[in-house]
């Protein structure tokens, strides 16, 4: 109940934070030459701080998918010190208007890890703004080394530091140490980057001095089955030793639905997952490698189906009928899918992938305030563009009638969470009419697609051609049933 009324509180915060952040880009974009400093770097400041609202807000929601074990990692082969660059060019504006300097020392031998290179940004984005939070005077050095085992990347800063008594309390949930809770942190954004690091099989720990400094460290194994040795004491680290991880098994996901096969390569954790499409990537899969088992999902064409059986013969398939936000988009007509908040960059590049250049749009939201952030936002993107707006889906439709008369509407940016006539009800009713369907829709909500029962799967069944052993089936239920009723 706990995590279900943080991700709805987190929801309803997202619209009055997408207001902030969007007017103040509209202000400060459409402010001219005559407009007083201090005026400008006010409302950079309230954007600023908009944002950092904003960061609250997912690691509220990432918080609740942790506890909830709904979190999943999406991990391919990164460059360490790409990442560590990406993540230094986020927070450059904030650091550079602190006149904090940000050094760097990244070997050129480092290895390739296989992790999530977007969750690993984000604990270094965390780590080098609470570097930059609590930095008065000095700078901030971002290192890696690798000692053959792990690459171990740390983030120090010459800053305040923290008090030896309040260093096993710092991974805490919503802990705010006696110097740092003046500065604004609110206790959230180390305990979700210390999960997301255990969830690579690594650690985090933290030293520091009062006045001195702190280092914040995390360690990233370079193999998949590599045992932790036990922690140095000295270096304060405040977790128990990392326990082996087993070899990933590999899976072969087949389907020509891409959105399907990129969930299971998300959130199917402990097995590496290989991607068949056509029987020419089923044949492609050299005979030495070690398959334990096949996924097909419910779009494989039937050659497809064959290439896998007479490649696998013998090793137990799952068939999934899994419907994905892809799918369901295509279904419902629905072109792109964005969650607040949405900035006018964001709005933009949609656009532009869609190759949309409207002149007559509608906006549909039962947020007055977001309609009209969302209204400049496109006149400020296609200025000679004509923007109808709703504050509800019967008033959408009603205008999306008279539009008919003087000319098709050529985009529609849509909410789905709203009373009576929902965004859904509203897609049904657009696409009854034929000449509509090709008109591109862009859903802007703060529910994301899970959210929302996008991605659903209606059935598993799981077979093997030789037959399943009475034990091996009351595993399978029964291992079913334990997931399905511990929720």
């Known amino acids: ?39 400008r770097d006010d409302v950079e400041t309230i954007y600023r701080n908009a944002c950092h609202l904003s960061t ?52 050129d031998d480092l290895p390739q890890l296989y992790v999530d290179p977007t969750r690993i940004r984000q604990v270094l984005i965390n780590l080098l703004t609470n ?62 980057s210390k999960q997301l690091i255990e969830m690579h099989a690594g650690s985090m720990w933290v030293t520091s001095e009062v006045n001195q400094g702190t280092t914040f460290s995390f360690s990233l194994p370079i193999a998949t089955n590599v045992v932790a040795q036990a922690s140095n004491p000295r270096l304060q680290r ?17 389907g020509e639905d891409a959105d399907a096969t990129r969930v299971f390569q998300r959130y199917l954790d402990g097995y590496h997952v290989r991607v068949a499409t056509t029987p020419d990537d089923v044949r492609s899969i050299s005979r030495k490698t070690v398959v334990s088992a096949v996924v097909t999902t419910n779009d494989a064409s039937d050659e497809l189906r064959r290439a896998i059986r007479e490649r696998f013969p013998d090793v137990p398939s799952v068939h999934c009928s899994l419907h994905t936000i892809g799918r369901a988009s295509r279904q419902l007509g629905v072109s792109a ?11 933009r590049r949609t656009l532009a992938g869609l190759k949309a250049r409207p002149r007559r ?35 959408g439709l009603d205008l999306a009638l008279q539009a008919d008369g003087g000319g098709h509407l050529d985009l529609v940016v849509l909410d789905l969470l709203m009373p009576e006539v929902d965004g859904h009800a509203f897609l049904r009713a657009w696409h009854a009419d034929l000449d509509r369907r090709d008109v591109p829709i862009v859903v802007i909500s703060a529910a994301t697609e899970e959210d929302h029962g996008l991605v659903v799967g209606e059935s598993v069944e799981v077979r093997r051609d030789s037959g399943l052993s009475v034990a091996q089936v009351m595993r399978v239920v029964s291992g079913s049933l334990d997931r399905l009723l511990s929720g």
């Not at 279900?4 to 987190?10: D, L, M, N, P, R």
């Not at 908040?341 to 964001?346: A, E, G, H």
């Open 1 to 39: 109940l706990k995590d279900e009324f943080a991700t709805a509180i987190s929801h309803e915060l997202r619209t009055p934070i997408n207001l902030i952040i969007g007017f103040s880009e509209m202000i400060v974009d459409d402010a001219d030459e005559d407009v007083p400093p201090v005026f």
């Open 56 to 107: 609250l807000v997912d690691d509220v929601l990432d918080l609740g998918r942790l506890d909830a074990h709904r979190l999943a990692l999406v991990k391919e082969w990164a460059s360490v010190p790409r990442v560590v660059q990406e993540a230094i060019q986020a927070v450059k504006g904030l650091c550079e208007n602190a006149g904090i300097p940000i050094t760097v020392d990244l070997p």
């Open 131 to 192: 570097a930059a939070r609590y930095v008065e005077e000095g700078f901030i050095h971002v290192a890696a080394r690798s000692d053959g085992r792990d690459v171990v990347v740390s983030v120090a800063d010459t800053g305040i530091g923290i008090p030896p008594e309040d260093l096993p309390r710092v991974f805490e949930r919503f802990h705010q140490t006696g110097q740092l809770h003046r500065r604004g942190g609110f206790g959230l954004g180390l305990t979700v």
């Open 238 to 254: 405040l977790e128990a030793p990392r326990l082996a991880v087993p070899s990933e098994r590999t899976v072969v996901v087949a």
């Open 337 to 347: 899918f964005l969650t607040k908040p949405v900035t006018i960059d964001q709005l």
């Open 361 to 395: 749009a509608l906006v549909v939201d039962d947020d007055p305030d977001m309609v009209n952030l969302l209204s400049r936002m496109l006149h400020s993107i296609a200025p000679h563009c004509r923007v109808l707006t709703a504050t509800s889906g019967a008033h």
